[in-house]
């Protein structure tokens, strides 16, 4: 139900926009949030935003980089990531919560739909 894209190689120091898109009754959630997955590790919160938009969350490792958004008209959250560095090396995940409570929207359990994921691999 929710399509991730925009995932790919890039050099350290370099750009990727990641794309979800979704049916209008996904996209227009509570909030939606971007986590990732790096090898071995938890998936881990990465940046959310509400469904007015009023509310923007980041994860403190990428404030400043990266930034999310949303087009309601074309039901799509994005998220633009600069800077890019090895750390940040992962499978991204866009998610969307119907019944999520504003304090839980940096935990996964507070999200109910999961796109595929999308590799990003920055190599330094």
């Known amino acids: 139900q929710l399509q991730a894209s925009g995932g790919g190689l890039v050099q350290s120091g370099g750009s990727l926009r990641l794309n979800c898109a979704s049916s209008?009754?996904?996209?227009?959630?509570?909030?939606m949030g971007w986590f990732r997955q790096a090898p071995g590790k938890e998936r881990e919160f990465v940046a959310a935003?509400?469904?007015?938009?009023?509310?923007?969350y980041y994860a403190d490792s990428v404030q400043g980089r990266f930034t999310i958004s949303r087009d309601n008209a074309k039901n799509t959250v994005s998220l633009q990531m600069n800077g890019l560095n090895a750390e940040d090396t992962a499978v991204y995940y866009c998610?969307?919560?119907?019944?999520?409570?504003?304090?839980?929207?940096?935990?996964?359990?507070?999200?109910?739909?999961w796109g595929q994921g999308t590799l990003v691999t920055v190599s330094s």
């Open positions: 209008e009754r996904i996209i227009s959630s509570r909030f």
């Open positions: 998610a969307a919560s119907s019944r999520g409570i504003l304090s839980s929207i940096r935990s996964a359990s507070a999200y109910n739909y």
């Open positions: 935003i509400t469904g007015s938009a009023r509310g923007i």
